[in-house]
């Protein structure tokens, strides 16, 4: 399996802040709200604008109520429940994502499906882990700061979910950060954790969504500052492992030729 991209080797990290990136952020976004995309539908850029779009599923896995659904919709630009409900079958969630490449200043748009299932159906129904990793191209695993249990059962879930699955890209992602100020994973558990494993390791910050003017209305371009950092480490993993599988790029250091 091909070792991560390092970050910023592949997206432009900070290009969704210029003024460039902020045009191409204006089709996934109406009036500073952001957009919901349906399973066929689209942004529409305007006729000068023609950019390639990369298409990923990817599937979210976690304990139950480490904050799956709650991430998905943080990055789709959508209300997090305030109570949780555990998701009682497969839910499915478009988001688009303009992103710049480093090698080529080509600006790509990103099109990630994600796949969460709630823990109990994964349990009781057979199919429902196949479906949600057939032709998955990366695994997102979630563990809560709040939840020790959660981080622990980390290296079972890569084994059970990705474990005949070399090719495909694995992320690590820890929820409700920084919810309290005492967590149950302490800096030394994740420094341990990224030496053993060597896979990407993202936080995502607990905090309610900022809103527009009238109080009510999610700021859309606020929620994609939040979770740019997110969407980029995907765009990177996956575009990265795509030049891999090609061949454009050697899987590891040791392959470059001397």
């Not at 882990?129 to 057939?134: E, I, N, V, Y």
Request: aromatic share 8%; proline share 7%; with cysteine.
């Amino acid at each position: 399996m091909a070792r991560p991209a390092a970050p910023g080797s592949v997206i432009v990290p900070d290009w969704h802040e210029n003024a460039e990136g902020k045009e191409y952020l204006a089709c996934i976004l109406r009036k500073n709200r952001r957009r919901v995309f349906g399973l066929l539908e689209r942004p529409v850029l305007p006729p000068p604008v023609a950019i390639d779009t990369a298409s990923y599923k990817i599937f979210v896995s976690g304990k139950s109520g480490v904050g799956k659904t709650a991430l998905v919709a943080k990055l789709a630009g959508l209300e997090v429940p305030v109570v949780h409900h555990e998701t009682t079958g497969i839910q499915t969630t478009v988001v688009f994502w303009p992103a710049k490449l480093q090698a080529s200043d080509r600006v790509v748009m990103f099109r990630f499906e994600f796949w969460d299932c709630g823990e109990s159906a994964l349990k009781k129904f057979d199919h429902m882990l196949p479906a949600c990793k057939d032709k998955t191209d990366a695994f997102l695993f979630l563990f809560s700061f709040t939840d020790r249990a959660s981080f622990e059962d980390l290296p079972g879930q890569l084994a059970r979910v990705a474990g005949e699955a070399p090719g495909v890209v694995r992320m690590v992602i820890g929820s409700k950060y920084p919810l309290y100020m005492h967590t149950d994973v302490p800096e030394r558990d994740l420094t341990a954790f990224r030496q053993a494993w060597e896979l990407p390791l993202l936080r995502v910050k607990s905090v309610p969504g900022r809103r527009l003017a009238d109080g009510h209305t999610l700021d859309g371009r606020a929620g994609l500052a939040d979770m740019a950092h997110v969407l980029n480490s995907l765009a990177e993993q996956l575009w990265h492992q795509d030049q891999v599988a090609a061949g454009l790029l050697p899987t590891s250091p040791e392959d470059i030729p001397s």
